[in-house]
């Protein structure tokens, strides 16, 4: 006997963030399914996360069909590998093609967090580096590759490191947010100050910035400067209760992160017509704006 029918269930609710960045909501859904990184492609993997925020539309945030279902375009009109979350969005492979990214072809565990998978998606596209220290991505090369692989749609406005302290961190964070427009924002640090509590892992790394809580910020490394949340590229360094890979981390100790030698800071990027707009935000706040060295 046929039992009955079962109503559909509700869609769940999506998980409330405070202070999510403009455009941060379509980050958000890419970022969970594409965990994690390729081995040694996480300035590339994180750029490509952060585009979304300005290339991706908000359909792009439903589903996309399976690979089998989609139809290729015409050789002759492919472009950059796109993005497995939006056609619009150019790939990591494509970014770190386009940043002239070199692979160390060996395995260094280290480079990893514990429990981290060992991927090598996109090699076969890349060149060997000669040595290991000349291997990965740098904010240079990282910068230039995103304005390549995006076709010229984003520029990307470089804001040094070493001119973020607690306080200026959090008040360019709060302009960004309040501002409204549009940005992906790109955080070259040294993880050792906003690993999760008990992990060692302390690494030169690239993660997305995706909320700004000046409310929140109680921690460790905290005092109480407000928090903001990290979208990682490894779900293993996620917390509970938080989309995969993100945990909330103390401005404080970004700012440590972003501050440590040789060279860190932020990558901001924008749409072509936001470029004004954003660089002015970081004019406003008495930032410098500039690329470092790593």
Known sequence: MPGRPVPDRPAAAPLAVPGLLPGAERVLAAHG??????????????????????LASPAS?????????????PAATQGPAPSPADPAVPSATA????AGTAIWP??????RPEGAPLLRTGWDELPRAAALEHSGTDATGLLRGVEAAAGDRVVVVPVPGSALDAGALGALLERLR???????????VRTGPISPPGATWDVGHFV????????????????????????????????????????????EALAEALAAPPGRGLLLLAGHEDEAAVAGLVDDAGLPRGVWAT
Do not use: K
């Open 95 to 98: 970014i770190a093609v386009a």
């Open 33 to 54: 399914p594409a965990l994690p990184q390729p081995d040694q492609l996480c300035g590339p993997f994180a750029a490509a996360l952060a585009l979304h925020a300005v």
């Open 106 to 111: 060996h395995d260094v565990a280290d480079w």
């Open 178 to 188: 309040a501002a409204g427009r549009p940005v992906g924002v790109v955080a070259n």
């Open 208 to 251: 997305v910035l995706l909320a700004h809580d000046p409310e929140g910020g109680s921690g460790p490394g905290s005092e109480s400067g407000g928090r903001a949340l990290v979208g990682d590229t490894y779900a293993e360094l996620g917390a509970p209760g938080l989309p995969p890979g993100c945990r909330w981390v103390a401005v």
């Open 61 to 73: 945030t439903r589903a996309a069909p399976p690979a089998s279902t989609r139809a290729a375009a």
